[in-house]
């Protein structure tokens, strides 16, 4: 059996919407399948327009949430006491109680990332200066490598014509720092 769109649909679909629901949550509610929905929100603007503004006054709720949970906020609280008279008997006392959460720091970083990324974001920059600062790097970390691994550096440092980044072997097998200097050529 299909159900078919009825008016009194907008009034319903708000308090759903409003608490959160999913196109496929509202085809429980309406017995619909979620397409239907989707189709419904688009072809009938009040069904539409209710889910919007609804959907809205949760994510004000949310925000305003984040916003307490990142900068902190008092609250009242009554507790219940027990207290005693002059003659010993117990009474039942409600007192109000001031508590303070404290920010959270969970809660700063997502505003931060997300209000102000350019400042807050997660980034990681790479920065290299090309082939010769790759090529420069590779030979520098080639020092002390044994003999057969610094003659490779030397092959990769002359393909690149990179004459001053290559790695020369010294008579003691080591590697002299980088420059030309003692090269057997």
Do not use: C
Not at 56 to 68: G, H, N, R, S
Not at 105 to 132: M, S, V, Y
């Amino acid at each position: 059996m299909t159900i078919k769109y009825k008016p009194e649909f907008a009034r319903q679909v708000t308090k759903y919407a409003e608490l959160g629901a999913t196109n496929r949550m509202l085809g429980a509610v309406f017995d619909v399948h979620e397409d239907t929905i989707t189709r419904w929100r688009k072809r009938y603007p009040e069904f539409g327009e209710a889910i919007e503004k609804a959907k809205a006054v949760a994510d004000i709720q949310v925000e305003d949430a984040l916003f307490k949970m990142a900068t902190g906020y008092s609250y009242t609280v009554e507790e219940a006491k027990v207290t005693k008279d002059a003659q010993g008997n117990e009474h039942l006392e409600s007192i109000s109680l001031t508590k303070y959460e404290t920010p959270k720091i969970q809660a700063i970083q997502f505003w931060l990332k997300n209000r102000r990324p350019e400042l807050w974001r997660d980034r990681t920059e790479l920065e290299h200066g090309g082939l010769d600062m790759i090529l420069a790097e590779i030979m520098n970390t080639s020092r002390g490598l044994p003999r057969r691994h610094s003659t490779a550096m030397k092959h990769i440092g002359s393909y690149a014509e990179l004459e001053h980044y290559q790695v020369v072997e010294d008579r003691s097998g080591g590697s002299n720092g980088g420059t030309n200097e003692g090269a057997d050529d």
